[in-house]
Nanobody, 127 residues
C-alpha cells in the first residue's frame, strides 16, 4: 500500500503563490510518476500536471503551463506543486495521485484508474 499526504493549501489572493506538498510512504511505494489534480466546486476533477521522480518528464495542463511547476525531493519522497500567478478559477481541492505500475497514460482524463490518492488539500483563491 502507498499513502499520499498533501499539505500546503490555504487562502491566497489572486496573483499570489502557494506551494503544495505530497509526501509518499508505505511498503508498496515505488518511484512511479506522480500527478496533481484539482477539483473545483461543482466540477469534474481535472489534470494539473505530472512528473517523474527523476525529473526527466514533466507535463502540464495548458491552463497552468508557465505558472505551475512540479518538483521533487527524492530523499524525502515528496513532490511539490509550486503555483504562481494564481487565479480565482484555481480554487478547489488539490490531490496528488500515483499508479501502482508503469504504463499508466491517462493522466489527462482526470486521473481515472489511478491507484493511490491523497485526501486532498483545499486551495482558495480570492479575487
Amino acid at each position: 500500500q502507498v499513502q499520499l499526504v498533501e499539505s500546503g493549501g490555504g487562502l491566497v489572493q489572486a496573483g499570489g503563490s502557494l506551494r503544495l506538498s505530497c509526501a509518499a510512504s508505505g511498503p508498496s511505494f515505488t518511484r512511479l510518476p506522480m500527478g496533481w489534480f484539482r477539483q473545483a466546486p461543482g466540477k469534474e476533477r481535472e489534470f494539473v500536471g505530472v512528473r517523474t521522480w527523476s525529473g526527466g518528464v514533466t507535463y502540464y495542463a495548458d491552463s497552468v503551463k508557465g505558472r505551475f511547476l512540479i518538483s521533487g525531493d527524492n530523499a524525502k519522497n515528496t513532490m511539490y506543486l509550486q503555483m504562481n500567478s494564481l487565479k480565482p478559477e484555481g480554487t478547489g481541492v488539490y490531490y496528488c495521485a500515483a499508479p501502482s505500475a508503469w504504463g499508466y497514460n491517462a493522466w489527462a482524463t482526470g486521473g481515472s484508474g489511478l491507484d493511490y490518492w491523497g485526501e486532498g488539500t483545499l486551495v482558495t483563491v480570492s479575487s
